[in-house]
């Protein structure tokens, strides 16, 4: 494929989990790729970065969401931009100012790129299922697409655990929203949920060690008195969708369990369905509005009786397994939007996932080889 013949798209926050395996898929379709990191002088975070150039076209840019104009270049000549860069700043003391205020600041920046580049023909953002699933919910049944919203008023009236978070992904889809038409950019939105799978980026912090914990180490489960303290902390960090610390096993199954509790099951995508579902899209021009992306929607004792059964090699933290939790979910995380309109996911079983994640997470020294 000629330079002239390719596409170009723009993915900030190269560094990350979701952005480096988009970034790789997108130069394995011939796109020519640029993105953004805060230092690209750092190989620590950015060394897979380097290595993706040899698959084709990629330039590896300066930006920052608080610096206005300074994804300028990034989105220059560009046909799509893929918005997955965000501020999480989980344990703020002021999440007004130091998340949610530059959350929907930084996005509208990036939005102002794209509007002084005039060829960005669209703007995928990808937001997250904390944005749809953190409110209450009463019974048994219930399924959230993409009409439902995380419930701002009773986040911010409560102000448990890391709230910012789910408050600032509502706040910047629909700032974003009311900016793309204003400015008449097509804006489509895709909200992932847990997403695990095998990404070029190597230091793996977020929803893969939470997939892989009733498997892994030796697991003390979170105590009631953290879980009634933190379920939305807990939540929010298998949701987030850029590179968040979590410390130990305990944490890790804490993620599974806060999702549990908090949400109703434990939804899940595999990372390359999700990047899959980003370019189908930016590319389907009748794409509009936004996309929950869930192929699975599983409860933690039905993930412990699979893993059991299909890797016997790895016991099983049955320690973990006491407590409320659900024999089914309660809840589901609807895909139907996405389905319909003519996507296909590849990994639609936990067989389908876990055979990836589980040689990942042995790459990655999560699980013994």
């Known amino acids: 494929m000629s330079a002239g013949d390719r596409k170009m798209a723009c993915v900030t926050g190269g560094n990350g989990y979701i952005a480096s395996a988009l970034i790789k898929m997108l130069l394995e379709k011939g796109y020519a790729v640029k993105t953004t ?20 076209p990629l330039e590896i840019l300066r930006a920052d969401l608080d610096e206005e104009g300074s994804f300028d270049e990034a989105v220059a000549g560009c046909d799509f931009a893929f918005l997955i860069a ?18 929907v600041r930084g996005t509208l920046s990036v939005m102002r790129s794209c509007v002084k580049a005039r060829t960005v023909k669209r703007v995928i953002l990808t937001s997250s299922a904390a944005a749809v699933s953190s409110r209450q919910l009463q019974g048994d049944g219930h399924v ?62 977020t929803s893969v060690p939470a997939s892989l914990s009733l498997l892994s180490g030796e697991i003390e489960a979170p105590t009631d008195r953290k879980m009634q303290q933190e379920p939305s902390q807990l939540l929010t960090f298998s949701f987030c969708h850029t590179t968040c610390m979590v410390s130990g096993d305990e944490a890790a199954f804490g993620v599974l369990k806060g999702i549990e509790t908090s949400t109703g099951c434990v939804p899940m995508a595999h990372v390359d369905d999700l990047c899959r579902a980003e370019m189908f899209v930016a590319e389907e021009e009748a794409a509009s509005g936004r996309y929950i992306c869930c192929s699975i929607n599983a409860a933690i004792v039905e993930l412990a009786r699979f893993l059991a059964d299909k890797y016997p090699q790895y016991s099983v933290k049955t ?42 997470g042995k790459a990655l020294g999560i699980l013994p080889n």
Request: aromatic residues 6%.
């Open 37 to 56: 990191v805060r230092n690209p002088d750092d190989m620590a975070k950015n060394s897979h970065l380097k290595d993706l150039q040899a698959l084709g």
């Open 86 to 103: 965000a501020p999480v700043n989980l344990h703020s003391k002021n999440p007004e100012k130091e998340l949610i205020e530059p959350a």
């Open 144 to 205: 959230l697409d993409e009409e439902s919203w995380s419930d701002v008023e009773h986040l911010t009236a409560n102000k448990t655990g890391p709230w910012g978070y789910p408050v600032s992904k509502v706040l910047l889809e629909k700032e974003a929203c009311m900016f793309a038409q204003e400015h008449g950019i097509s804006l489509v939105t895709v909200c992932p949920v847990l997403t695990v799978g095998a990404a070029p980026a190597r230091k793996i912090h």
């Open 319 to 360: 320690s973990l397994l006491s407590g409320e939790l659900l024999e089914k979910p309660r809840v589901c995380l609807s895909s139907a939007k996405l389905v319909r309109e003519g996507f296909e996911y590849k990994y639609k079983t936990l067989d389908d996932i876990y055979d990836d994640v589980v040689e990942y």
